[in-house]
C-alpha cells in the first residue's frame, strides 16, 4: 500500500487501453451540455432557455411514449400483486405468470441462467424464425445487458491473446457507432477502418473492403468484420445485393460476421427493406450458409425505445458445440442480464396477438412512434439540404442524420488554434449559442478532410422544428464569421 497522498492507480499506471478508450457520443461535448444545465438552474443567463440533448439516441429521454403492453407486463413482474388488479390487461397478466414460472423462486429477482430465461429465447428463435422464414435455435440465442454487452462478448471470443502483428483485427465501418473503436481500444486489438461511399448515400463498397484489409494484414491477424445495418451514424440501409456481396467477402477471407442490427424496426425511404444477415446467409445455401455469424438487436431501438432496461440479444450461429460451450461459460462469469430486460425483449419478440386484448393497443402505440420518426427522418433529411454549406444523404433508417458541414478555412485554422478538430470547434459553439448537443463527426471518425455532425431525430416535432431553426440561423452566422 502506498503512503498517504500516493497512489496505486496514477495515469502513468492506469491501464493505457481505458486511457486509449474514447466514446463521443457520451464525450467532452456532453459533458459541457450538463454543465450549461446547471447553470441554468443556478440562474446564468443563456441565450437559450434549455439544452437539447441530440447527441445520444435515447428516445425516451426526448418524450417518447413506453408502450402500455411493454410496461403493464413488467409492472406484474415487479410486483405481483398487481395481478388482482383489474386495471391490467389479461394478456399483459398471463405473460409475467408465464415469466415469473421460468424464474426461479417464481421471482425477477433471482439470477437466470447466464444466456437468459429459456422461455425468452425461445420466443426470441420464433421470431427470428417467422421474419426471415428459416429456422432458429433458441440455443443459439443469448439474451445480453443490451445489445452492447452482447457485443463485446462475442468480440471477446475473437481476441487472440497475440501481441504485435498477432493482435485480432476487426473491420469496423467508417463512420462507424463508436461501441466498436472503445472495445477495440479496451481490448488493445486492431481496427481496420473501411469507409463507407458518403457519394453513393453511403454504400459499402467490397472494393473498400478489400483495400482495407490488404494494408491491414501486415499490422494484425484480421478476424471478423462488422456491419451495421441500418447504420448509425450514416442512416443507410444495405440491400440484399449488397450483403450478399459482404458475406462473400467474409468467406474470402475467413471472417467471422457480426451483424449488428438494433435499427431493424427503423427503416424509413421508400423502397428501403431490412434484411437480415442471417436471412441472405440461409438464402445463399452452402457454403454460406455454414459461415460463423453474430446478430445482435437491442430493446433500446425500434419502436420501444427502452434504452435504460438494457435488454439485447445476440443469435450466434454455426460455432462448433466446443467453442459455443466456451462462449457460454466466457459469459456465466456475468452471471445473468437484468431480467427487467430480458422481459421487455420478450414483449418485443412476442406483440399481443390479433384478438388478444392488448393487440388492438399495442399496433396504434408502435404506429404512432414509427410514423412521427419517419416524418421526422424526411423533414430533417430535407432541412439539412436546404442549408447553404451543409449536405445530408436521405436518413433512410436508424434514428440519426450525418451531414456534411463545408467549413471556411478561416473556421479549420480557429480550431486548430483552440486545439480542437474543427468538427468539435464548430459542435461546441453550436452548444454554446444555441444549447443543442450533437457530437462532432470526428467521434464516428469520418474521411480526413471532411467535417460532419450526428444529430438525433428523436426530438418531438414541434422542438425538432424550433431546434433545426436556431442551428439554420447558428450555421449561417458561423458562415458569415469565417468566411
Ligand atoms: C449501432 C448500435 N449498436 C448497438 C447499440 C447499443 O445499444 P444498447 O446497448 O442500448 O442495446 C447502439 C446504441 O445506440 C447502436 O446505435
Known amino acids: 500500500m502506498g503512503s498517504e497522498g500516493e497512489h496505486v492507480l496514477t495515469m502513468d499506471t492506469l491501464n493505457p487501453n481505458v486511457i486509449e478508450l474514447q466514446y463521443a457520443v457520451r464525450g467532452p461535448i456532453v459533458a459541457r451540455a450538463t454543465e450549461i444545465e446547471n447553470e441554468i438552474k443556478t440562474g446564468t443567463k443563456k441565450p437559450f432557455a434549455k439544452v437539447v440533448k441530440a447527441n445520444i439516441g435515447d428516445c425516451h429521454a426526448t418524450g417518447q411514449k413506453p408502450l402500455t403492453f411493454i410496461r403493464q407486463v413488467i409492472a406484474l413482474c415487479t410486483y405481483p400483486e398487481l395481478l388482482k388488479s383489474s386495471e391490467f390487461e389479461e394478456d399483459a397478466k398471463e405473460r409475467s405468470r408465464k415469466i415469473m414460472a421460468a424464474c426461479k423462486g417464481q421471482s425477477i429477482g433471482s439470477y437466470t441462467d447466464s444466456c437468459g430465461l429459456m422461455v425468452i429465447r425461445e420466443d426470441v428463435a420464433e421470431y ?40 485480432a483485427g476487426f473491420l469496423i465501418p467508417i463512420p462507424q457507432y463508436p461501441l466498436y473503436s472503445a472495445a477495440i481500444s479496451e481490448f488493445g486489438a486492431y481496427p ?9 448515400k453511403w454504400s459499402l463498397e467490397v472494393s473498400e473492403l478489400e483495400r482495407a484489409l490488404a494494408d491491414a494484414k501486415p499490422h494484425c491477424k484480421p478476424r471478423a468484420i462488422v456491419v451495421i445495418n441500418p447504420g448509425n451514424p450514416t442512416g443507410a440501409v444495405l440491400s440484399k445485393e449488397n450483403i450478399k456481396e459482404i458475406i462473400k467477402f467474409a468467406r474470402r477471407h ?21 434484411f437480415s444477415f442471417k436471412q441472405v446467409l440461409q438464402e445463399m445455401g452452402a457454403p454460406y450458409n455454414k459461415m460463423e455469424l453474430a446478430s445482435f438487436m437491442s430493446a433500446s431501438k425500434g419502436f420501444m425505445g427502452e434504452c435504460g432496461y438494457r435488454g439485447g440479444y445476440a443469435e450466434v450461429i454455426n460455432l462448433q458445440p466446443e467453442v459455443r460451450a466456451e462462449y457460454y461459460k466466457s459469459i456465466s462469469a456475468k ?29 396504434a402505440e408502435k404506429a404512432e412512434v414509427l410514423s412521427k420518426l419517419k416524418e421526422k427522418a424526411k423533414f430533417v433529411t430535407e432541412l439539412f439540404n436546404s442549408i447553404e454549406g451543409i449536405s445530408c444523404n436521405e436518413v433512410m433508417g436508424a434514428m440519426y442524420a450525418f451531414p456534411r458541414i463545408y467549413l471556411p478555412e478561416k473556421a479549420i485554422k480557429a480550431a486548430e488554434a483552440a486545439g480542437q478538430t474543427p468538427d468539435s470547434f464548430y459542435c461546441f459553439a453550436l452548444l454554446e449559442e444555441t444549447g443543442i448537443c450533437t457530437v462532432p463527426g470526428s467521434g464516428f471518425r469520418e474521411e480526413p478532410g471532411t467535417y460532419h455532425f450526428r444529430t438525433t431525430i428523436l426530438p418531438q416535432m414541434d422542438e425538432l422544428k424550433t431546434v433545426l431553426n436556431n442551428f439554420k440561423t447558428f450555421h449561417l452566422n458561423f458562415l458569415e464569421k469565417y468566411k
Open 128 to 167: 427470428i424464425a417467422q421474419r426471415d422464414g428459416y429456422p432458429s435455435n433458441p440455443a443459439d440465442i443469448v439474451l445480453s445487458t443490451g445489445a452492447s454487452d452482447g457485443i463485446k462478448s462475442v468480440m471477446t471470443l475473437l481476441l487472440t491473446g497475440g501481441k504485435g502483428k498477432d493482435v
Open 192 to 200: 481496420i477502418p473501411y469507409y463507407l461511399n458518403e457519394k453513393t
Open 254 to 274: 475467413g471472417l467471422f460476421l457480426m451483424a449488428d442490427e438494433v435499427y431493424q424496426h427503423n427503416i424509413w425511404a421508400e423502397g428501403a427493406k431490412f
Open 335 to 363: 452471471l445473468c442480464p437484468p431480467v427487467s430486460g430480458q422481459t421487455v425483449i420478450d414483449c418485443i419478440v412476442k406483440p399481443p396477438k390479433s384478438g388478444e386484448p392488448s393487440y388492438q393497443k399495442f399496433m
